[in-house]
């Protein structure tokens, strides 16, 4: 399921959105890196594609041809790697 990274309010379809094209709950872009499943802080230019060419504005419209809705858990820290080692050393 995909969501706006700006609302977080559900993206119905499963299609590759335009650049131009906007939320419709909230009108920000679509297409941005913080919408796709390829971001992650952690990597190299923040992206999990190595053939992406960098994106400087991750929250704006872009012309990358990688671009996939990534899937959003419910609860983002979920998948929070330092909660995760901290809650290893949880006695």
């Given amino acids: 399921m995909a ?3 700006h609302c977080k309010k559900t993206i119905e379809g499963g299609y ?3 650049r131009g094209e906007g939320c ?3 009108g920000s872009d679509l297409k941005v890196c913080l919408n ?6 952690a990597a190299y230019n923040e992206c999990r594609e190595s053939s992406a060419e960098r ?6 419209a872009n012309f990358c041809e990688f671009f996939e ?3 959003r858990s419910g609860n983002p ?3 929070d790697p330092l909660k995760k080692l901290k809650d290893l050393f949880k006695s």
Avoid: L, M, T, W
């Fill in 3 to 5: 969501e706006c990274f």
């Fill in 16 to 18: 590759r959105p335009g």
């Fill in 24 to 26: 419709p709950s909230c």
């Fill in 36 to 41: 796709c499943r390829f971001f992650d802080k």
């Fill in 55 to 60: 994106v400087v504005n991750k929250d704006k």
């Fill in 69 to 71: 809705f990534g899937e």
């Fill in 77 to 79: 820290s979920a998948d």
